[in-house]
């Protein structure tokens, strides 16, 4: 089952612009070889659903949950760890506590070689009590969603993190309109820099993306190398109200499908999706 997508035929290339319905998985669920899944879950859970879930780490990272000084930040960690565990095992029909990972050089996670997987990338991205998780094969790929907050400086945010470019074309649009443009502009941007694997606060400035809310995400240009921008696709997700939300992958002609996760699976089976 594929979710709806608006189009953008502006383009001589037809390419998906955003997505915006999120699809319960059917029980025979499979990830094609040029399929993206992206998948949406709450953080709140009940003390019982997180016991269940802390059974799938590892003692490191049990051990870390430990050290983290504020109830809240623990029991994050640990839903977000167990279901990325558990989305994994499933991808490769693995027990969760199997998946093994390692972290790129600025800290982009992803699987090691002996983790019995062909080829699979994901990444993932949390905030205010949601998750987003994207998987795919074959093909670099990055996440991000941000909760929108009311009081936030976000023009002189964007002036020191974003492009001249984009800080012109965000105080060329309404005042009305700025303050999602600049949400929408941040995650465009986090989520190619975490496909890349880079550092985030050190490039953000040296790439420009599409920066009005209501026009479809895009990499606009990147410095120094213009045939960057023809080798990724950018599109927006809307998860929530109160929620923006980018995807960005190595590619084009992507199908992407939208998936939410209920909490009574996690007390059926350790499968989220049965």
């Not at 907050?149 to 945010?157: A, D, H, S």
Request: glycine share 6%; proline share 5%.
């Amino acid at each position: 089952m594929k979710c709806d997508a608006s189009i953008d035929q502006s383009n001589e290339r037809t390419e998906i612009s955003f997505v915006n319905q999120w699809c319960l998985p059917s029980k025979d669920l499979s990830l094609g070889r040029s399929d993206i899944h992206v998948w949406r879950a709450s953080l709140d859970l009940d003390s019982s659903q997180v016991q269940i879930l802390q059974k799938n780490l590892t003692q490191e990272e049990s051990a870390k949950a430990l050290r983290l000084y504020f109830p809240r930040d623990r029991r994050y960690f640990i839903v977000t760890r167990a279901l990325l565990r558990m989305l994994l095992g499933y991808y490769l029909d693995i027990e969760p506590i199997e998946v093994q990972f390692l972290y790129r050089q600025h800290g982009k996670p992803t699987l090691v070689n002996d983790s019995n997987m062909d080829a699979l990338n994901f990444n993932l991205s949390h905030s205010n009590g949601l998750v987003l998780y994207c998987v795919t094969y074959g093909r670099e790929i990055g996440i991000d969603i941000q909760g929108v907050q009311t009081n936030i400086p976000y023009g002189i945010i964007a002036k020191k993190f974003f492009s001249p470019q984009e800080v012109s074309m965000l105080r060329d649009l309404p005042i009305c309109m700025q303050k999602e443009a600049f949400f929408k502009c941040w995650t465009r941007k986090e989520a190619y820099v975490k496909a890349r694997g880079e550092g985030i606060l050190g490039t953000l400035s040296h790439f420009d993306v599409s920066v009005a809310p209501d026009k479809p995400a895009e990499l606009l240009s990147v410095y120094g190398d213009p045939k960057e921008t023809h080798l990724w696709s950018l599109l927006d997700l809307f998860p929530g109200p109160g929620f923006v939300a980018a995807l960005t992958v190595e590619g084009h002609d992507c199908p992407v499908t939208c998936y939410k996760m209920k909490s009574p699976w996690l007390h059926k089976c350790r499968k989220v999706f049965q």
